[in-house]
Nanobody
Framework: QVQLVESGGGLVQAGGSLRLSCAAS????????MGWFRQAPGREREFVAA????????YYGDSVKGRFTISRDNGKNTVTLQMNSLKPEDTAVYYC????????????????WGQGTQVTVSS
C-alpha cells in the first residue's frame, strides 16, 4: 500500500516556475516507478514525467521536454516536479502516481494515485 499526497500547486504567470512535491507513505517507496500526470477540463489524462526506482532514468511527455524536471529522494519518500517556462496550456490538475510496471507513460499502469493539485498559468 502506497499513499500519495501532492502539494505545491498554485497560480503563476506565463514564463514563471513552480515546484510540485509528492509525499509517499510506506517503506517500499524505492520499489516503484513514480510519475506525474495532468488533466484539464475536457481533455484526457496526459503523461507528464516519470522516474525509475533509483532516479537514474527519466521520461517526459513531448509537451514538457526541456521545461520540466522530475526527481526523487527515496530517503525522504518524495518525488518532485520542477516546472519552468510555464505556459497557459500547462494549466491542469497534476497527479502523482506510483507504478510497479515499466509502462510508465500509460496511466493504467499505475497502482496508486494522489488527489491532485491545481496548477494555473495565467497569460
Amino acid at each position: 500500500q502506497v499513499q500519495l499526497v501532492e502539494s505545491g500547486g498554485g497560480l503563476v504567470q506565463a514564463g514563471g516556475s513552480l515546484r510540485l512535491s509528492c509525499a509517499a507513505s510506506g517503506r517500499t517507496f524505492s520499489s516503484y516507478y513514480m510519475g506525474w500526470f495532468r488533466q484539464a477540463p475536457g481533455r484526457e489524462r496526459e503523461f507528464v514525467a516519470a522516474i525509475n526506482w533509483g532516479g537514474g532514468t527519466t521520461y517526459y511527455g513531448d509537451s514538457v521536454k526541456g521545461r520540466f524536471t522530475i526527481s526523487r529522494d527515496n530517503g525522504k519518500n518524495t518525488v518532485t516536479l520542477q516546472m519552468n517556462s510555464l505556459k497557459p496550456e500547462d494549466t491542469a490538475v497534476y497527479y502523482c502516481a506510483a507504478s510497479r510496471l515499466f509502462t510508465v507513460t500509460v496511466a493504467t499502469a499505475y497502482d496508486y494515485w494522489g488527489q491532485g493539485t491545481q496548477v494555473t498559468v495565467s497569460s
